[in-house]
Nanobody
């Protein structure tokens, strides 16, 4: 099983960015998928999750700016952030779980390596 996150980079504040998480060896149609992020010097935090049936859940800090979606035929999950802020700078990770406790890191079985997003002011 592999989850490959991509799409990060150095961007200016105010723009939008879409991250991708391509899964192999794991049919995302049967999993609930989540995105987490870890800023320098901080603990990893939940940002968004999407259930196998398409329902979504977002961290309160990102409601209105975060969008998670999935493309089952492409076996890929996406995470878009609008109006990026310097405080969005972090390594973003995707993860997969068969349970639905989206905020709980320990519920996720598979993790990707992460993609770095750096937002300049």
């Amino acid at each position: 099983v592999q989850l490959q996150a991509s799409g990060g980079g150095l961007v200016q504040a105010g723009v939008s960015l879409r991250l991708s998480c391509a899964a192999s060896g794991l049919p995302i149609s049967r999993y609930n998928m989540g995105w987490f992020r870890q800023a320098p010097g901080k603990e990893r935090e939940f940002v968004a999750a999407i259930r196998w049936n398409g329902s979504t859940y977002y961290a309160d800090s990102g409601k209105g700016r975060f969008t998670i979606s999935r493309d089952n035929p492409k076996n890929t999950v996406y995470f878009e952030v609008n109006s990026l802020k310097p405080e969005d700078t972090a390594t973003y990770y995707c993860a997969a779980t068969t349970t639905w406790v989206p905020l709980s890191e320990t519920e996720y079985t598979y993790w990707g390596r992460g993609t770095q997003v750096t937002v300049s002011s």
